[in-house]
C-alpha cells in the first residue's frame, strides 16, 4: 500500500535548524505536487510548503517563507523540509503529503492531498 513516513523530527533549541524527511513507499509521486503541513496542539492543521515536481515551482507559507526550504530528490522517491532558524511557534507536529496534481493548484488546501505520513514531532524550546 501506498505510505508516506517523515522523519527527522526533535527538540531544539530556538534558532536552530532541523531537517525533515519524508519517503514514499507503494507508489512513485515524481511527477506529484508534493507538501508540507503542520498541526500545533489546540490547532487546526496549517499549510507550510509545497513543491512542483522539479522543484521549480514552490510555494511558502508566510510564516514561515525564508527560513525554510522544501526540496526533493525523486530518485529517491523522497521529499525534504530544510528548518532553519527555529522559533517556538514552529512547534507542532509536521507531516508530508502528496497532492493529487502536478500543478500547483490550490496548495495550500488539505483537501487537495490524497496521501498522508503519520507526522514527526518538531519542539523548538525558547
Known amino acids: 500500500q501506498v505510505q508516506l513516513v517523515e522523519s527527522g523530527g526533535g527538540l531544539v533549541q530556538a534558532g536552530g535548524s532541523l531537517r525533515l524527511s519524508c519517503v514514499a513507499s507503494?507508489?512513485?509521486?515524481?511527477?506529484?505536487?508534493m507538501g508540507w503541513f503542520r498541526q500545533a496542539p489546540g490547532k487546526e492543521r496549517e499549510f507550510v510548503a509545497a513543491?512542483?515536481?522539479?522543484?521549480?515551482?514552490?510555494y511558502y507559507a508566510d510564516s514561515v517563507k525564508g527560513r525554510f526550504t522544501i526540496s526533493r530528490d525523486n530518485a529517491k522517491n523522497t521529499v525534504y523540509l530544510q528548518m532553519n532558524s527555529l522559533k517556538p511557534e514552529d512547534t507542532a507536529v509536521y507531516y508530508c503529503?502528496?497532492?493529487?496534481?502536478?500543478?500547483?493548484?490550490?496548495?495550500?488546501?488539505?483537501?487537495?492531498?490524497?496521501?498522508w505520513g503519520q507526522g514527526t514531532q518538531v519542539t523548538v524550546s525558547s
Open positions: 503529503a502528496a497532492h493529487r496534481y502536478l500543478l500547483l493548484l490550490q496548495p495550500t488546501e488539505t483537501n487537495m492531498y490524497d496521501y
Open positions: 507503494g507508489r512513485t509521486f515524481s511527477d506529484n505536487v
Open positions: 513543491s512542483t515536481w522539479n522543484s521549480l515551482s514552490t
